[in-house]
């Protein structure tokens, strides 16, 4: 993904004027990732403790996403997911082309996706005491993150097009764990590193969000079975019977089916009889993951459908480009904008 061209400055000047107006017509560095989507990369959606060095004390660093939205969508708001990649809390990136292809599916669907990257063990994330191995800390922290990065859309819901009642989280692996923990726990649950570590406030404490989905592909709640209760969002579960990576068979995904019907949440449950850890190219009924997953949030989400995209006359490709520079540009002539900045 590209990074914007950064058109702050003094004064309005012909140049700054003449260069507006070409990059809207030739499009700006933030142009369509293809001809039906844009996208936003390296936003930074708050601050996370990380050791810069081997026993060094943590310190803020800036925690970064990528977003993708569909090009010409209209004015109305669109419901948002936000996904996490795997990697056992110790690898993985929202570079993972699963998940950007899985991102995009549904962007061209009505959604505007979230690619969130969150701390790994390697970055020796604090963690309260009784999470004592460096894996288990990292649990915590991408916990923590995936709340910070849903708060973060919320409190910018308009610059991003989104409605901020309408979110929802997706998981794979490690980032199903922290999906799940994240749309289950309440308010004060993962709140922060711990009491030593205070919330930055560009993490945006105390603002109220809404997780109406979770999707859990292949992923485990055995760290927090107390998380499952009346109040939890719906769930869809995905799992291979021949994965040996997150527990065994099945045994992860008929847990939860069972605490979902304990708590009367609906639960939309695929068991893959012949599919191992990491199933993205599992089929069920004759209908891909990807439509599997883009049913079940359509159900609970209902993105408003998107305008004809047959209407491709000179005035509307001119106002998508406007409206993508709009979003892209975080300033312009020096005049701050409710967008968000699309590079660092």
């Not at 369509?32 to 844009?38: F, K, N, V």
């Not at 939309?268 to 891909?288: E, I, M, N, Q, T």
């Not at 490709?317 to 540009?329: E, G, P, T, Y």
Request: charged fraction near 20%; aromatic fraction near 10%; glycine fraction near 10%.
């Amino acid at each position: 993904m590209n990074t914007c061209i950064p058109l702050s400055g003094a004064g309005t000047s012909r140049r700054a004027v003449l260069t507006f107006l070409f990059l809207i017509l030739a499009g700006c560095s933030c142009k369509p990732c293809t001809d039906d989507l844009y996208c936003y990369p390296d936003l930074v959606y708050g601050s996370g403790y990380v050791a810069v060095e081997a026993g060094a004390a943590p310190e803020p660093a800036p925690l970064r996403m990528d977003g993708i939205r569909p090009a010409g969508a209209g004015a109305e708001r669109r419901p948002a997911v936000l996904l996490f990649h795997g990697g056992g809390f110790e690898y993985g990136s929202r570079k993972d082309e699963n998940h950007v292809a899985m991102a995009q599916f549904l962007a061209r669907r009505g959604y505007v996706c979230f690619l969130v990257e969150y701390r790994l063990a390697g970055e020796s994330p604090p963690a309260p005491e009784s999470y004592a191995d460096p894996v288990r800390r990292a649990f915590h922290a991408a916990v923590v993150d995936a709340k910070t990065a849903l708060r973060h859309v919320t409190a910018n819901a308009a610059a991003y097009g989104v409605d901020p009642l309408k979110t929802a989280f997706l998981g794979d692996s490690a980032g199903a764990i922290a999906a799940l923990a994240a749309g289950l726990s309440s308010p004060d649950l993962f709140a922060s590193d711990g009491p030593e570590y205070p919330v930055p406030a560009e993490n945006f404490p105390g603002v109220e969000t809404h997780t109406l989905a979770i999707v859990n592909l292949w992923g485990t709640g055995e760290y927090f079975p107390e998380l499952f209760t009346p109040r939890a969002p719906p769930i869809m579960t995905v799992h291979g019977a021949l994965d040996v990576v997150v527990g065994d068979g099945l045994a992860p995904a008929l847990q939860i089916d069972a605490w979902c019907r304990e708590n009367g949440t609906p639960h939309r449950f695929y068991p893959l009889p012949d599919a191992g850890h990491g199933a993205w190219d599992a089929v069920v009924d004759g209908k891909p993951l990807s439509l599997l997953i883009a049913a079940f949030l359509d159900e609970y989400l209902e993105p408003p459908p998107l305008p004809d995209p047959g209407e491709n006359g000179t005035l509307r490709l001119f106002w998508k480009r406007f409206s993508a520079m709009a979003r892209c540009v975080p300033s312009l002539f020096g005049v701050p904008t409710a967008a968000p900045s699309c590079g660092s």
